[in-house]
């Protein structure tokens, strides 16, 4: 591999104004080093809700699910390493 990381979390949290589904997430690919810069990324932390992080651009994603998110990110990051000629069995 090239020393990529994905990190994906899921937390079950009260629900509250911040979380109304009762969950946080953080979903991050994280390129090789050395520069180790969020390739892509979506996470719903208090005060922006659910939105995407591509390079340092965000934007607000509107999402049935975070089941559904996870699939659509699992896509991106499979997307992208096939693009950087790494093939991932299992990854949408």
């Keep these: 591999m090239d020393g990529s990381v994905t990190d994906i979390r899921i937390w079950q ?6 979380f109304p589904e009762g969950i946080k997430y953080a979903f991050y690919f994280i ?7 969020v390739v892509v990324g979506y996470d719903n932390h208090h005060a922006k809700g659910h939105h995407r ?10 999402t049935p699910s ?9 896509g991106e990051v499979s997307a992208e390493l096939k ?5 991932v069995k299992g990854t949408t």
Excluded: D, Q
């Excluded at 992080?53 to 509107?62: D, K, L, Q, R």
């Design 13 to 18: 949290v009260p629900k509250s104004v911040a």
């Design 83 to 87: 693009a950087n000629g790494i093939e």
């Design 31 to 37: 390129g090789p080093p050395p520069e180790r810069e």
């Design 66 to 74: 975070v089941s559904a998110l996870l699939r659509r990110f699992r």
């Design 53 to 62: 992080h591509a390079g340092n651009v965000e934007s607000v994603v509107t």
